[in-house]
């Protein structure tokens, strides 16, 4: 196997900290390799000196002779004068790219939704990422270094991505090198892994889950003080284990060696502790919404007070667009739901809703009395008005103490549990990174004591362990909780039940994230289909100026069937005799529904002080829940059969 690069001995140090320690290492063709550490140990270092972007104090870096390199970095280099288009193709003519189908597939994915003559210096920073990311996939390269390749894309865009990476090679060819905090991308994509730390770079055979494996079992053997951070990998693999399991292909590790290791660790919540407390927080109601609806322009969007005194308005000025249509959707004491959505499918508007800062253009809201909401915004603007406040001086406003997992605590000790030191309670908030004031508002909304906590994409900014802390310290916390990420790791880790947005509706995907993918594939496919009847454009993913936009061609440049053909392999009886069954499976499904609603109705009526009438009751919805799951398993496998 040839190598493309390497480096021999390379040392680099900042004036606060050695980044690089006498490092050597070896990029083979057909490596796909990711690279972990904490924040700030040097992740994107490394490959800027790998790419021979920046120079190293001492040793060397070696290239194979016409080596093409391509570099996703965290900031861009694009003109802010020069139009998408451009900046994406370049002086390629256009009957050059637009015949490329592999382009067409990645504008398609990408920047579909991105006016192609708009200028760059218009765009917002998501946009310009996807610009970017885009302008890079579209070239040649031998090898490809991506620094955090899915910020500001949605889950959707996140699996085309690692569909692309997958396929765009040949095996044995080529060579991939990605710095991210999304595990699932690392398990889907990756190979090998490199851990950045103290200096040093070291190996790890196989994906993210592998890595944690080999991480544990290193630990072990060396018989390593840090007896939390062992425990915190040790619970992430017992949710692994139990719940979505890493892909066979890329983690060379056996299962059964996995659920040994940690077969004797407790589940990672305990549903019903968790439940009785958030019952005895919340009361019977928290919120409901029955037929909302959404509309923002000249018809839609009436404002409503917000917590903070502002009031949210629409945009009067503009045509109606309607963005939620006819949703219902019950919340209840303890429950624990994510929200999965592309991006501008309406998921702010929908939590804006929740907590009452917009009052629907249709239906109803009503939001228990006691409800008390912490929220957690992607911009961090709750931290704005104490920029001056040192850290210690900001928890000064609160409690001095707290019970978590049953044991009295300080909002310091959170703190380091969030990863700060004592040395950084001096610092001025103004003064921290995006990940530190990430946790730092995070710690403050739980120090608030909410009962409803809403987490709006609360994975950015943090490394893998963070993430790994993070999903421990919510898996203690009792009360309801809405979640929305593209994050899928996280979102299928601190979730029980994930509900997609798709064209303004809002329903359960009891298959989590894999459902929600099939089910926008299937709108895809039969908006193409409808569109090749017409004659008119195939929908929001075609490419603009590619010589099939009228036919519907999907993200990976192949066309969508314009009929419906039987499945291959399927008699019309045998057909037919599925439909039936498929058909018969889902009025058993909406009938187990109903009796898991009265059940879950019936929590709330039940004396939060008698325990005992708690865990019965629970125990009659967690039997209802495995019927309905069970079905559900038949429901999937009927429509598995009859898609061939």
Partial sequence: MAILLGCDAVSLAYPTKNVLDQVTLGVNEGDRIGIVGRNGDGKSTLLRVLAGLQEPDDGRVTHRRDLAVGVLGQSDALDDDSTVGRSVVGDLPEYEWAASARIRGIIAALIADIDWNARVGTLSGGQRRRVDLARLLIGT???????????????????????????????????????????????????????????????????????????????????????????????????????????????????????????????????LELKRLAVARLGKQVIDLENVSVSFGSDGGRAAEGAAGAPATADAGTPSHEVLRDITWLIGAGDR?????????????????????????????????????????????????????????????????????????????????????????????????????????????????????ILDEPGNDLDTDMLAIVEDLLDSWPGTLILVSHDRYLMERVTDHQYALIDGRLRHVPGGVDEYLRLLDERDAVCGAVAGEKGGPAGPRT????????????????????????????????????KKQLSSTERKMETQRGRLEELKEGMAAVDPTDYQALEDQQAKIDAAQDALDELETVWLELSEQLEG
């Fill in 141 to 271: 390269w031998d090898v490809l270094m991506l620094d955090e390749p899915t910020n500001h894309l949605d889950v959707r865009a996140i699996a085309w991505l690692a569909r692309h990476l997958e396929e765009r090679w040949q095996p044995g060819q080529g060579a991939l090198l990605v710095v991210t905090h999304d595990r699932w991308f690392l398990d889907a994509v990756c190979e090998h892994m490199w851990e950045v730390h103290d200096g040093r770079v070291e190996p790890f055979e196989g994906g993210y889950s592998a890595y944690i494996l080999q991480r544990v079992e290193r630990d072990r053997a060396a018989a390593v003080a840090e007896q939390r951070r062992q425990n915190m990998i040790r619970k992430e693999l017992a949710w692994l284990s139990r719940g979505a399991q890493a892909r066979s292909t890329k983690a060379k590790f056996r299962v059964d060696a996995a659920r040994a290791l940690i077969a004797d660790d407790p589940p990672v919540r305990n549903a």
């Fill in 543 to 578: 490419v603009p100026g590619s010589p099939d936009a009228s036919t519907g061609s999907s993200a990976d440049g192949s066309g969508a069937s314009s009929g419906a053909s039987r499945p291959t392999g399927l008699t019309r009886a045998e057909e037919y005799k599925l």
């Fill in 337 to 453: 739901f994510g929200v999965l959505g592309e991006n501008g499918a309406g998921k702010s508007t929908l939590l804006s809703v929740l907590e009452g800062r917009l009052a629907p253009s249709g239906g109803r809201v009503k939001i228990g009395q006691t409800v008390k909401f912490g929220t957690l915004s992607q911009q961090l603007t709750e931290l704005a008005p104490y920029e001056e406040d040192t850290i210690r001086e900001l928890l000064g406003r609160y409690k001095r103490v707290y019970v978590v997992d049953g044991k009295e605590t300080s909002p310091e000790k959170l703190l380091e549990r969030l990863g700060f030191t004592r040395e950084q309670l001096l610092s001025r908030v103004k003064d921290l990174s995006g990940g530190q004031r990430r946790r730092l508002q995070l710690l403050l909304t739980i120090l608030a004591e909410p009962n409803v906590l």
